[in-house]
């Protein structure tokens, strides 16, 4: 029976990857800063292990015995600039990388679609996939410099032959446990109006968080996995307007969608890009920057490669997934 280390176990991944691996047979242990907070894994059969990802001896502690650790711990809209992402995701990583090391563990990095950069899709033609050449990343875009520095630094390790190890990248995360995405996007539905671009027909760049703990599985346990990292990025289609009615349906709200013409969206961002560095600061102007295009544009990412090599089958639908994920929102928020 496989043992496994997770971190950021309380997270929307974690919360998702652990039971999915119980299911599968594994023991699991889950690396906690403070074992009286870790809610629902106290009373799931996880060993919980104290520790920080930024603490390297509770962190190595942690691993001992383990084959796989899960490395899911980041930060994605913390206060602060460039220090405040810097040290718990690129020094979190290198801190994994040395635990799973020392445990003789293989490596699964949870990483991002973030790598690649802004903008490939609409100046290509063609989706973004594994082979897509990264692009530049705007200074201010700090959670997109962290995820490609802490994967560097994993592909580094490997290619010097230190340890195996894997990246999965997936895009928006949703499913119940959410604690960014769903609860900014049920706030505005719960008023019963949701605006759409161009009536809302394209397809949303989301991916359901048991999909993704589905993923990061299937390449823990997958040899050919060493060395290569996987868009976890596009499970099912789903548009921008479907996405809002099962969510309506999670949250029992009639719903009035509204389209909006592109060119007034456009308008309406240009005046946000401008404005937010004024009253948010620099940290949230690359987010302003990238919202339209999430909004008003195809998923842009490929998966391909995990459905082909991995067997990624994705278990969750989005008619099933979404509504549930608004559904466990509006029972704890």
């Given at each position: ?73 980041a930060v994605i809209t913390p206060l602060g600039g460039w220090e405040a992402f810097r040290r718990p995701n690129v020094e979190g990583t290198r801190n994994a990388i040395a635990a799973a090391t020392s445990a003789t563990a293989r490596l699964v990095h949870v990483s991002s679609v973030a790598v690649y950069g802004a903008h490939r899709f609409a100046a290509s033609g063609r989706r973004t996939d594994e082979s897509t050449p990264a692009g530049r990343i705007p200074e201010e875009a700090y959670y997109a ?189």
């Amino acid at each position: 029976m496989p043992t496994a280390l997770v971190t950021g176990a309380t997270g929307l991944v974690g919360m998702h990857l652990i039971p999915r691996l119980q299911r599968e047979g594994w023991q699991v242990r889950a690396l906690v800063r403070d074992p009286a907070r870790a809610g629902l894994l106290s009373r799931a059969d996880v060993t919980l292990a104290t520790g920080d990802v930024l603490d390297a001896t509770s962190f190595g502690r942690a691993a001992r015995g383990c084959d796989v650790l899960f490395h899911a711990a980041a930060v994605i809209t913390p206060l602060g600039g460039w220090e405040a992402f810097r040290r718990p995701n690129v020094e979190g990583t290198r801190n994994a990388i040395a635990a799973a090391t020392s445990a003789t563990a293989r490596l699964v990095h949870v990483s991002s679609v973030a790598v690649y950069g802004a903008h490939r899709f609409a100046a290509s033609g063609r989706r973004t996939d594994e082979s897509t050449p990264a692009g530049r990343i705007p200074e201010e875009a700090y959670y997109a410099r962290s995820k490609r520095e802490s994967e560097e630094l994993v592909f580094e390790a490997q290619r010097a032959g230190q340890l195996w190890a894997t990246a999965v990248r997936p895009c928006v995360l949703y499913g119940s446990f959410d604690r960014q995405f769903v609860p900014r996007l049920a706030r505005l539905l719960r008023r019963g109006f949701a605006p759409v671009i161009s009536g809302g027909h394209n397809t949303l760049s989301v991916v359901h968080a048991a999909n993704v703990a589905d993923g990061l599985m299937r390449a823990a346990v997958f040899d050919g996995a060493n060395g290569k990292a996987y868009n976890l990025a596009n499970d099912y289609d789903v548009t921008v307007r479907q996405f809002f009615e099962h969510a309506a349906e999670g949250l029992d709200q009639r719903l009035r969608i509204v389209s909006i013409p592109f060119v007034v969206a456009r308008a309406a961002f240009a005046v946000v890009k401008a404005v937010a560095p004024l009253v948010l600061g620099n940290r949230l102007k690359a987010m302003v920057s990238s919202s339209l295009d999430f909004l008003a544009r195809d998923n842009p990412f490929s998966s391909e490669l995990a459905r082909r090599e991995l067997g990624w089958d994705p278990p969750v639908r989005p008619e099933t997934g979404i509504a549930e994920a608004f559904r466990w929102w509006s029972a704890h928020h």
